[in-house]
């Protein structure tokens, strides 16, 4: 069971394959098409701007391979790369992304708060997900980001509350997206990949 991490270019890349390597989980950092097509499931990894990252990404040649594969098999967008899974971001104008789930990303404007949000926040859950299981009450992870999802509830697995809920975990179908960074929110981020992993 291997996993492919997208090759575009994103600054997470390596911090992603490395918490797949601590777990022992066979994957491969790639953007060769033949090897999403291989792969049992995939990790869009992301951090940055996401006119620049949707850019590199489509450079690749590989956003018709992704929305095929996502078709079959698992996906995971992480951070930069859950925002580049929904219909189309602001920031810096308006860019559209992959469309494999339903909604926008737009500039965060909580009150009396800094942006971007760094650090560790809670999650509360929204509804069942196979990704968050195995996490125990009130989980914290670790989040750094300006811009935020706008989609319906039935796609959000769990919000975090920065001034309002925003969403935390996403899912439709095959696919699914974390706003936070599980490779850096030590062991229920670890559990996080686990229970990724065994999709």
Same mark, same amino acid.
């Given at each position: ?17 490395? $918490? =797949? ?11 060769? $098409? ?14 940055? &701007? ?23 098999? /698992? ?37 009396? @708060? ?10 509360? !859950?929204?509804?069942?997900?196979? =990704?968050?299981?195995? =996490? ?10 300006? !811009?935020? &999802?706008?989609?319906? /509830?039935?796609?959000?697995? &769990? !919000? ?15 696919? !699914? ?12 981020? @670890?559990?996080? =990949?686990?229970?990724? @992993? &065994?999709?």
């Amino acid at each position: 069971m291997k996993t492919a991490i997208i090759d575009y270019g994103a600054g997470n890349l390596f911090s992603v394959k490395n $918490a =797949l390597d601590h777990l022992g989980a066979p994957c491969t950092v790639t953007k060769d $098409a033949a090897e999403l097509e291989k792969a049992d499931r995939i990790i869009l990894p992301g951090v940055g &701007a996401f006119p620049d990252a949707m850019k590199a990404l489509g450079e690749t040649g590989l956003i018709d391979t992704i929305k095929e594969q996502t078709k079959k098999k /698992p996906m995971l967008g992480i951070c930069l790369g859950m925002q580049m899974l929904f219909d189309k971001s602001f920031e810096f104008g308006e860019t559209d992304g992959l469309g494999l789930i339903p909604g926008t990303v737009e500039l965060m404007t909580p009150p009396d @708060l800094l942006i971007p949000q760094i650090g560790w926040n809670r999650l509360i !859950y929204n509804g069942k997900c196979p =990704l968050l299981e195995g =996490l125990g009450d009130e989980p914290y992870v670790y989040f750094v980001h300006s !811009y935020a &999802a706008h989609c319906v /509830p039935k796609n959000v697995a &769990a !919000y975090t509350d920065y001034g309002s809920n925003v969403p935390a975990c996403v899912f439709s179908g095959n696919v !699914y997206g974390c706003q936070f960074h599980p490779e850096k929110s030590g062991e229920k981020g @670890l559990q996080i =990949l686990r229970n990724f @992993l &065994a999709l």
